[in-house]
């Protein structure tokens, strides 16, 4: 079993960065893929990041590549995403999930063990 436990969300203007963080229990956390969700209002889920246990395999979202970074310290349990250049458009709640298993993984329905959220919004 794994817990996660997001923080770092906030009130941003546009062109603005914020690092959320991600805390995970539990002793296997360094052979899990992370990654990360979003949903904003009135939309599904959408797959925004995936890190594998060495942080050799990554994986963006189109959306997202080029002004998001994740990444990982697996002495601290903890996975981060480094969110620069923010829009508008990338409002939403931001979930942490995690898995057994390396791999390119990005369907909402392959991950098990997911967080609450933290709310991110962008301001215009």
């Known amino acids: 079993q794994v817990q996660l436990v997001e923080s770092g969300g906030g009130l941003v203007q546009a062109g603005g960065s914020l690092r959320l963080s991600c805390a995970a229990s539990?002793?296997?956390?360094?052979?899990?893929?992370m990654g990360w969700f979003r949903q904003a209002p009135g939309k599904e889920r959408e797959f925004v990041a995936t890190?594998?246990?060495?942080?050799?395999?990554?994986y963006y979202a189109t959306s997202v590549k080029g002004r998001f970074t994740i990444s990982r310290d697996n002495a601290k349990n903890t996975v981060y995403l480094q969110t620069n250049s923010l829009k508008p458009e990338d409002t939403a709640v931001y979930c942490c999930?995690?898995?057994?298993?390396?791999?390119?993984?990005?369907?909402?329905?392959?991950?098990?063990?997911w967080g609450q959220g933290t709310q991110v919004t962008v301001s215009s």
């Open positions: 999930v995690a898995r057994s298993g390396s791999g390119y993984y990005t369907g909402v329905d392959e991950y098990d063990f």
């Open positions: 539990g002793r296997t956390f360094s052979s899990y893929t």
């Open positions: 890190i594998n246990w060495s942080g050799i395999h990554i």
